[in-house]
């Protein structure tokens, strides 16, 4: 069964920075597109940040040159480096892997607040 787990979520001050870890099991893990989408409360699920199998990224542009996704294909494992963090970044951050089948976590949660 494959299983995609999100880590390194918490609360956090405005203007600081957060880590977020996916790891996925059971997958081709290098195929995959991997990304990260958040949904705030009373919100839509949104796209945060892709990369593809060949590391190319994308970043919505709310996050652009805040956020950075990165894979470590031997670890099977994606990273979202939040720096500057906002209060409207508060969400709960899911992650995505995707080739023939999507396959999603549960999601950890990001709370921005002093």
């Known amino acids: 069964q494959v299983q995609v787990v999100e880590s390194g979520g918490g609360l956090v001050q405005p203007g600081r920075s957060l880590r977020l870890s996916c790891g996925a099991s059971?997958?081709?893990?290098?195929?995959?597109?991997m990304g990260w989408y958040r949904q705030a409360p009373g919100q839509q699920r949104e796209l945060v940040a892709t990369?593809?199998?060949?590391?190319?990224?994308n970043y919505a542009d709310s996050v652009k040159g805040r956020f950075t996704i990165s894979r470590d294909n031997t670890k099977k494992t994606v990273y979202l480096q939040m720096n500057s963090l906002k209060s409207e970044d508060t969400a709960v951050y899911y992650c995505?892997?995707?080739?023939?089948?999507?396959?999603w976590g549960k999601g950890t949660p990001v709370t921005v607040s002093s």
């Open positions: 995505n892997a995707h080739y023939a089948a999507d396959y």
């Open positions: 059971r997958i081709a893990f290098s195929l995959y597109a």
């Open positions: 990369i593809t199998r060949g590391g190319s990224t």
